[in-house]
């Protein structure tokens, strides 16, 4: 199981949100491309970065600087999302070097946009869905849609998704702890991977994720348990690459 750090980008600075709210945000670095380099020396071979303006925007506000960390880093897997919304948007993002990218809530509001990209980008495509009590979440969380996640997963593994990242918003940036039931009963569900999003907080749960790893969580993704310290990222990504 990998370990995938967070890169969240809010006015070209690297922040955490809690539950997602703009206004509650922690700045952790002004050099996100320097950050990203910290992240691939303790281990990282995949990168998460999400545009946090992009994401409220609905079009992508901080590309220039998700291209300067793809470009510094070319052999890093990189998936991106936020904002994500067309296809010249895609294009962008695989032209400058980024591995995947992940669409949210154009996903969710027209489905018929994925099987169209799956289509055009094969294997670079990843869903993020973003739940609180097992129904979707879209615009940057504001707002709770009608639609059950696991049949909107199992849509999407259809038109041929390479993934799912998620992610219950009711944990993320609060330090409570992986819903890990949640996560399982989704990953039961489809047979491509779930990367795990929300509430990872020490090794305690990246221990009960792992132990579930074969049910079809293929990573987990942490961001303020690493830049606050409760998690080494090297020592975190060694524990699972012995198990």
């Not at 992940?102 to 169209?116: D, L, S």
């Not at 979707?136 to 049949?151: E, N, P, R, T, Y």
């Not at 819903?179 to 090794?203: D, F, R, W």
Request: with cysteine.
């Amino acid at each position: 199981m990998l370990l995938i750090p967070a890169i969240d980008l809010k006015e070209g600075q690297c922040v955490r949100l809690r539950q997602g709210k703009m206004e509650d945000d922690t700045v952790f670095s002004d050099d996100p491309v320097a950050m990203a380099g910290k992240w691939v020396e303790a281990g990282a071979r995949r990168l998460h970065i999400v545009d946090l303006d992009g994401a409220f925007a609905g079009k992508p506000k901080n590309a220039e600087v998700i291209h300067a960390i793809a470009e510094a880093h070319p052999d890093l897997r990189i998936q991106i999302g936020g904002g994500i919304r067309d296809e010249d948007t895609i294009a962008g993002y695989l032209d400058a070097g980024v591995s995947y990218v992940i669409i949210g809530t154009k996903a969710v509001q027209e489905p018929h946009f994925i099987n169209e990209v799956c289509a055009e980008f094969p294997n670079r495509i990843i869903v993020g869905l973003d739940a609180k009590d097992g129904k979707v979440a879209v615009d940057g969380w504001s707002k709770l849609s009608k639609h059950d996640v696991i049949d909107m997963a199992q849509r999407f593994e259809q038109d041929g998704v390479e993934a799912i990242v998620y992610t219950d918003i009711s944990r993320d940036g609060m330090m409570q702890g992986v819903n890990i039931e949640s996560t399982v009963k989704l990953a039961q569900a489809v047979h491509i991977p779930v990367i795990a999003s929300g509430g990872i907080t020490n090794m305690d749960d990246i221990k009960a994720l792992a132990a579930v790893e074969d049910e079809g969580i293929m990573g987990a993704i942490t961001g303020r348990a690493i830049y606050e310290g409760a998690i080494d990222l090297a020592e975190a990504q060694a524990w699972l690459d012995e198990q």
